[in-house]
């Protein structure tokens, strides 16, 4: 992991696209701006692990049903 410090209006570049920008610092938060192209997709943590396992529950549902219909056309 790098760990950077930056101060307000600082930033840092990741890759050619990625620009992140320290827009303000309360106490123990920070405030971040990322410009990124649109086909980037930029997700909190949080709401990332949520959707990852939205679709790995999804995933493991949709295989749990073709199956079902598997075995009722055996019979």
């Not at 620009?19 to 997700?43: K, T």
């Not at 990332?48 to 075995?71: C, D, W």
């Amino acid at each position: 992991m790098l760990v950077l410090t930056r101060k307000k209006g600082q930033s840092l570049v990741i890759g050619r696209d990625i620009r992140v920008v320290v827009v303000e610092v309360s106490g123990d938060f920070v405030r971040l701006g990322i410009e990124a192209p649109p086909e980037v997709v930029v997700y909190r943590e949080e709401i990332y692990r949520a959707v990852r396992e939205e679709n790995r529950a999804a995933t493991t549902s949709a295989k749990m049903l073709k199956e079902i219909k598997g075995q009722v056309k055996r019979s």
